[in-house]
């Protein structure tokens, strides 16, 4: 009952909000219609009246010049001509009968002049003989009388002459008469000027008469409208505009209806186009489009909920496991990634099934799944929980495309609290034991120990302490010389990679094994640029060797890791290091193992021919520890091939060994490569390779790998027979 009670009352509380927002948008509609503020500072009200008011203007102005100021003027000129003719008519001697001789006395002359606008008379008789002129000479004297009707009026304006008739004048005499017209100027200025006035005020009243109407009728319900759509364009999704006071059903008022309904469908259509992103741009956000599981994002802020929640007083534990396809690149690449995403779908799907509802499945990147789920007691450990994950993943094949793949994987688990409390170090500790589960063969279960996380420590340290290194010149190369076994001379050098690390101890430094920093190098891909300054380096000192000491022949022989030849065109390097350093080509041989081969066989047959068409060699090392096929084999453009040195070493106690080390040779010969043994360290090792006829060999039986200056002198003094030990 009471919730229905505080239902009723929001609705009613809901409604009287409604109407007061109603009553407010009806007075500010009314507002802003009769304001003339709103109208009079509109710029289309401004450039309406203007035009208005000037069009107004220029047709009274129109009016005067071709219409009322001609009148004016002409009828001043008149009333002044009519002065002029009654006070000459006045005047003529009536008494004269002589019409030969001047009607005028000059005192009643004298007096015209004085008292009237005339200034000059010129007389005639009724028959057109001059009789007398008086005062200013007229202009109209020296033109033909033919016409009665002509007049004069100069460019000033100020004298005007007209002919007199006999008839105007109802005496028997034709009178040329001058007029000072100089007042009309003045008459017709001030007309023009009250005229103007009168004008103004009149286009004024017009003006706003018709800006009254237009305003009621059109202006206000522009501005009007203007009004509610820049409140539209404001708050689109929740436009506050104002009821329309217009009449509908006229045409401005429809219009207005009509832009009131585009308004409130444009804010729906808004709203639900706002509401339909949010919901996709949260999945894209927190959700992986393959399989609809949580991404990382969400997995993580599930985490720091989880290490947030405590429970009577305790913090609850819970497992966090993440997991690895092993070798999962390999079905990308040899089946598509339509059948890697369908068994990554699979992997998902399954994961989700055999986990508690309690429990969060995310995938972390590509092949990476992580999980997170309370302990209880049932599973008590994050153990059991990798346990029942690997077991699902082992349980069955997945079946795609009617094909069945066996999928492994490789599991790394850490425990809140007891691995850490932060959400992004308690991941980071299963990352840790789930590339420990790797690095030890994959397809196993690895628990966090202190003792992973030391040794990441460790190797991001060595790889920090190896930037410093190759920066600060720390690394240096030995050169192990490579003899024919046939004449016994120095025919190369294999340049190897050296790091003395400078430290605090009496020796000052020591070196840094190879097999310890060359994989932290590869991992991080620093390799390429530590590559690129031991290729360049071996060049410049085979230069050397050749132009200072005369080792003609003496080739340099460089290991390219597969890193380096895969992430880099070592091709152009190559060619841009031979080049700058004036090595003869002939003279560089690079050494590339047998991994590199099964990335992509295509690929690294294309960069192995544009090598060698660079004119370089090119040797594959460690042979017979690879997993390359043989059938490949004849399609890489090899020059040689190298034993790996355990193959040698145990090849005088070990018949397998000695049987490999034998098969190389021949396997080498019959495809016409020289063989090159490694690990020779005893003259029993380099008879055995005699007997077999391997062509070259390198190892302690002739010197250990040295700084260049030692690698000189060795080449400089060697006959052939010396030894550095001999066993």
């Excluded at 023009?192 to 800006?211: E, G, N, P, W």
């Excluded at 994961?351 to 309690?358: A, D, F, G, N, V």
């Excluded at 920066?471 to 003899?483: A, G, K, M, N, R």
Aim: glycine fraction near 6%; hydrophobic fraction near 40%.
């Amino acid at each position: 009952m009471r919730s229905f009670s505080k239902s009723i009352s929001s609705e009613l509380s809901a409604r009287v909000e409604k109407n007061k927002q109603k009553t407010k948008a009806s007075v500010l509609g009314n507002s802003l219609t009769s304001s003339p503020a709103q109208i009079w500072g509109s710029r289309i009200s401004w450039r309406i009246t203007l035009v208005v008011f000037m069009t107004i203007l220029l047709v009274q102005t129109l009016i005067l010049n071709f219409a009322t100021m001609g009148q004016f003027e002409n009828q001043r000129l008149y009333e002044l001509r009519e002065a002029g003719r009654s006070a000459i008519a006045a005047a003529i001697d009536t008494e004269n009968t002589n019409l030969s001789a001047s009607p005028f006395s000059d005192a009643k002359v004298q007096r015209l002049f004085e008292t009237t606008k005339i200034k000059g008379l010129v007389v005639y008789s009724w028959d057109m003989n001059f009789i007398r002129n008086y005062g200013e000479s007229v202009q109209l004297m020296n033109s033909s009388l033919d016409d009665m009707s002509k007049t004069y009026r100069s460019t000033d304006g100020r004298i005007y002459e007209v002919i007199l008739k006999n008839s105007d004048l109802k005496r028997a005499y034709i009178i040329m008469t001058r007029l000072d017209s100089s007042h009309v100027q003045n008459e017709v200025a001030d007309y023009i000027k009250q005229t103007i006035i009168i004008m103004l005020l009149m286009s004024a009243f017009v003006t706003t008469v018709l800006m009254m109407a237009l305003g009621r009728w059109l202006l206000e319900p522009i501005l009007f409208m203007r009004a509610n759509l820049m409140a539209a364009s404001e708050h689109p999704e929740n436009p506050k505009i104002m009821e329309s006071p217009f009449n509908p059903t006229d045409e401005i008022g429809g219009a207005i209806a009509i832009a009131q309904k585009l308004i409130q469908q444009n804010a729906d259509n808004i709203s639900h186009i706002r509401s339909a992103a949010e919901d996709k741009i949260h999945k894209l956000a927190y959700y992986d489009t393959l399989t609809g599981l949580p991404n990382r994002t969400l997995f993580l802020q599930t985490l720091a909920e989880n290490t947030n929640k405590v429970g009577d007083g305790k913090v609850e534990r819970f497992a966090v496991v993440t997991l690895d396809l092993d070798h999962f690149k390999d079905v990308n690449d040899s089946m598509g990634h339509n059948v890697g995403d369908a068994i990554l779908r699979g992997v998902g799907k399954r994961l989700r099934t055999s986990m508690p509802e309690s429990a969060t499945v995310s995938r972390m990147s590509e092949d990476e799944f992580a999980i997170t789920m309370p302990l209880s007691t049932d599973i008590n450990s994050a153990r059991d929980v990798g346990e029942r994950v690997i077991n699902v993943i082992r349980s069955e094949p997945f079946r795609v495309f009617n094909e069945q793949f066996q999928v492994r994987a490789s599991v790394g688990v850490s425990t809140f609290p007891d691995d850490g409390i932060d959400p992004d170090q308690i991941l980071k500790n299963a990352d840790i034991a789930l590339n420990r589960a790797k690095e030890e063969g994959r397809d196993t279960i690895k628990e966090y120990s202190e003792d992973f996380d030391r040794a990441v420590q460790q190797r991001f340290q060595m790889l920090r302490d190896l930037r410093d290194a190759l920066e600060s010149d720390q690394l240096t190369l030995h050169y192990q010389p490579q003899l024919d076994l046939k004449s016994g001379k120095v025919i190369g050098a294999e340049a190897l990679l050296r790091w003395f690390k400078p430290d605090n101890s009496k020796e000052g430094g020591s070196y840094i094994p190879p097999f310890e920093f060359i994989p932290v190098a590869e991992q991080s891909g620093l390799i390429v640029p530590i590559g690129e300054w031991v290729m360049r380096t071996a060049c410049e000192a085979a230069v050397e060797w050749e132009k200072t000491h005369g080792f003609k022949g003496v080739r340099i022989a460089v290991n390219v890791s597969g890193v380096q030849f895969t992430q880099s065109d070592i091709c152009a390097f190559v060619k841009k290091t031979i080049k700058e350093t004036g090595i003869k080509a002939s003279r560089l041989e690079l050494e590339v193992t047998e991994s590199i081969f099964m990335e992509d066989i295509d690929q690294t047959i294309e960069t192995l021919k544009e090598l060698h068409a660079l004119g370089i060699e090119l040797a594959i090392d460690d042979f017979g520890t690879g997993y390359s096929s043989l059938s490949y084999l004849r399609q890489f453009p090899i020059d040689r091939l190298k034993i790996d040195q355990s193959f040698i070493r145990n090849a005088l106690n070990n018949p397998d060994d000695a049987a490999i080390a034998k098969t190389i040779v021949r396997l080498g010969h019959s495809l016409n490569l020289k063989v090159i043994a490694e690990g020779v360290e005893t003259k029993d090792h380099e008879t055995f390779l005699l007997e077999e006829e391997c062509d070259e060999a390198q190892g302690y039986r002739y010197a250990r790998p040295c700084p260049n200056e030692e690698f000189i002198e060795f080449v400089a003094g060697y006959n052939g027979k010396l030894a550095s030990f001999d066993k």
